[in-house]
Nanobody
Framework: QVQLVESGGGLVQAGGSLRVSCAAAGRTFSTFSMYAMGWFRQAPGKEREVVVAISRGGIITNYADSVKGRFTISRDNAKNTVYLQMNNLKPEDTAVYYC?????????????????WGQGTQVTVSS
């Protein structure tokens, strides 16, 4: 019914950049602008962690300390899409990145409040 489809992951050298996108679609997702969005990531052997969250209107953002100053989240409500621009990537950024959505003004790091999760996209940063 509702799909979040990530794209743009891949392999990059340390110090490089990638942009991952998340397109939302589905019958019940006609009001993308009503959903708070975010990105989580999970590295091998580690727990899933929040990377960044954005409010439904795009005004409020909250970044994990580990990515502040390097990653930027944005959203285009007209295109039902959220983006994550990742600069100055480090090997420790290697993970599967998941797009999430929840019907709220802003959710932040509370993973259980996100109703929808994408299938994930692999980001690998080589040293």
């Amino acid at each position: 019914q509702v799909q979040l489809v990530e794209s743009g992951g891949g392999l990059v050298q340390a110090g490089g950049s990638l942009r991952v996108s998340c397109a939302a679609a589905g019958r019940t997702f006609s009001t993308f602008s009503m959903y708070a969005m975010g990105w989580f990531r999970q590295a091998p052997g580690k727990e899933r962690e929040v990377v960044v969250a954005i409010s439904r209107g795009g005004i409020i953002t909250n970044y994990a300390d580990s990515v502040k100053g390097r990653f930027t989240i944005s959203r285009d409500n007209a295109k039902n899409t959220v983006y994550l621009q990742m600069n100055n990537l480090k090997p420790e950024d290697t993970a599967v990145y998941y797009c999430v959505a929840g019907n709220a003004r802003f959710i932040g790091s509370e993973r259980n409040r996100y109703e929808y999760w994408g299938q994930g996209t692999q980001v690998t940063v080589s040293s």
